[in-house]
Antibody, heavy 121, light 110 residues
Framework: QLQLQESGPGLVKPSETLSLTCTVS??????????WGWIRQPPGKGLEWMGS???????YYNPSLKSRVTISVDTSKNQFSLRLSSVTAADTAVYYC?????????????WGQGTLVTVSS | QSALTQPASVSGSPGQSITISCTGT?????????VSWYQQHPGKAPKLMIY???KRPSGVSNRFSGSKSGNTASLTISGLQAEDEADYYC??????????FGGGTKLTVL
């Protein structure tokens, strides 16, 4: 059974870069059929799609975050990563990694448990 | 790219049916059959309930169904149960290789 697990610092200072990794187990991140994405949720608020990456490393970003977001994949470690630069308090959120169904935009079928990242000095 | 519009809250009694709407534009919901719905219980990760407008992933109850008309997608839950009480989010392909979520709807089972 496919499992995803987010990892990274729970506290980041303003203006610094937030870095998270999603480790995939029970399946290959090199699958040609799936996209791997990052979705975040500020406390008490709704979901926001941040971006995704496919098996070949092609990336797709939310236009509102595009200048600050980088998603990359490490197939040797079966991981993909998120970097968000110049963070502010508004970036405080639970960050989820997820895998789509067999289409890159049909829906996210598998999710990590989420990790809370707080931006504060 | 603006968030899809959902009602903030809906409610229903056990056994009843409820429908949650998700209104977008001709650039997202209206142009693609790529609408998905998620259920989220407090403190938990979202769970995919519907994808491609009306398809159910394996293991999701057939009490959940999805549809679309024009720029509005809908999630219907029939035979409402206490365990259905949760937040529900719609999501649509927005063109240009992007996705957009709705603001979420809190379902209360009375």
């Amino acid at each position: 059974q496919l499992q995803l697990q987010e990892s990274g610092p729970g506290l980041v200072k303003p203006s610094e870069t937030l870095s998270l990794t999603c480790t995939v187990s029970g399946g290959s991140i090199s699958s040609r059929s799936h996209y791997w994405g990052w979705i975040r949720q500020p406390p008490g608020k709704g979901l926001e799609w941040m971006g995704s990456i496919n098996y070949s490393g092609s990336t797709y970003y939310n236009p509102s975050l595009k200048s600050r977001v980088t998603i990359s994949v490490d197939t040797s470690k079966n991981q993909f990563s998120l970097r968000l630069s110049s963070v502010t308090a508004a970036d405080t959120a639970v960050y989820y990694c997820a895998k789509t169904t067999t289409d890159g935009y049909s829906g996210y079928l598998s999710w990590g448990q989420g990790t809370l990242v707080t931006v504060s000095s | 790219q603006s968030a899809l519009t959902q009602p903030a809250s809906v409610s229903g009694s056990p056994g009843q049916s409820i429908t949650i709407s998700c209104t977008g534009t001709s650039s997202d919901v209206g142009s693609y059959n790529l609408v998905s719905w998620y259920q989220q219980h407090p403190g938990k990760a979202p769970k995919l309930m519907i994808y491609d407008v009306s398809k159910r992933p394996s293991g999701v109850s057939n009490r959940f169904s999805g549809s679309k008309s024009g720029n509005t997608a809908s999630l219907t839950i029939s035979g409402l149960q206490a365990e259905d009480e949760a937040d529900y989010y719609c999501c649509s392909y927005g063109g240009g290789s992007t996705l957009v979520f709705g603001g979420g709807t809190k379902l209360t089972v009375l």
